[in-house]
């Protein structure tokens, strides 16, 4: 019998650690199987992902520009990614329907709570209003915070989300320019501005003492929002990276029924970043 295939697919990525990751979670529970990583983009997306399904492979996480592709290929969505509308895993069911599902808020809110930054009862805000905000709305409300604040350059799209998410609590929604005396315990970078290694004009003193800051974007030296937490004071100002292997064992137990345990995967990609 053939070994079951996964893959990570996107544009670029040449420099993805998710096969690492993978291959990491593969020998630590005993599955045989391979993961690999594969430049696709937008234009060859269907005929890869056709291709790869009818040649033994079972899985595959999505990254930039193809999760909404893949929110569009699958058969079956789950709850949270419908909520998303955007797919960042596909999974092949038993049945040969494709499963898409969205693991990028369950990732987050798992290593905050590895972090003990805590979403209970605080107040957070959102920086930035695009897909990678749109997939982490629903898992951070569930924790119940004090206040959800979406701030975003462009206003009318933070509000849109505001909108759209309204049954899941109050959201409030601003543009940046209108962040000027409130405080914050847990500022979320959901920019793109790190990726160009730029960072949104924030105020002075928005982030409360004991205040938490965490970049959805890795980088291998800190990032501008990073660096920025250190400035002011943050209690504690980490990237992306636990987010990364926590979608990554979501995945990986989505696709093979066992979870596997993520500390010394952070630790290692934590210590080389
Ligand atoms: P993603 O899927 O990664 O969220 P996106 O949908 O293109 O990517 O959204 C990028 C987000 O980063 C947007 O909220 C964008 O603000 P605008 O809606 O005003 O364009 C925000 N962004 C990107 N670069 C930024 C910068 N330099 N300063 C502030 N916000 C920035």
């Given at each position: 019998m053939s070994i079951d295939k996964y893959a990570v697919i996107g544009?670029?990525?040449?420099?993805?650690?998710s096969p690492v990751i993978h291959q990491h979670f593969a020998q630590i529970t005993g599955q045989e199987l391979t993961y690999a990583a594969y430049e696709v983009n937008a234009d060859n997306f269907h005929t890869f992902v056709t291709d790869f399904f009818a040649n033994n492979g079972k899985g595959f996480s999505c990254t930039l520009p193809l999760k909404i592709l893949a929110y569009e290929y699958a058969d079956i969505l789950t709850d949270r990614a419908r909520q998303a509308k955007a797919v960042n895993m596909l999974a092949a069911q038993a049945d040969g329907s494709i499963l898409g599902d969205n693991a990028d808020g369950h990732g987050l809110v798992t290593d905050l709570l590895n972090h003990k930054i805590k979403l209970h009862q605080q107040r957070v805000l959102i920086l930035g209003a695009g897909g990678a905000t749109r997939g982490i709305i629903s898992p951070i409300m569930q924790q119940q915070p004090a206040q959800l604040v979406i701030a975003n350059r462009t206003m009318a799209k933070a509000e849109l989300l505001a909108t759209e998410f309204q049954d899941l609590g109050l959201i409030i929604a601003c543009g940046l320019k209108e962040l000027n005396s409130q405080q914050f315990d847990v500022i979320i970078n959901a920019t793109s501005a790190s990726l160009s290694n730029e960072l949104p004009v924030l105020p002075a003193n928005i982030l409360a003492p004991q205040g938490c800051c965490y970049d959805l974007a890795y980088a291998n030296e800190a990032t501008p929002f990073v660096r920025w937490g250190l400035k002011n004071n943050a209690l504690i100002s980490i990237d992306g990276v636990g987010m990364l292997v926590e979608q990554a064992a979501e995945a990986f137990y989505v696709w093979r029924g066992i979870r596997p345990d993520t500390n010394a995967m952070i630790a290692l990609l934590a210590k080389s970043a």
């Open positions: 544009s670029p990525i040449s420099h993805s650690k």
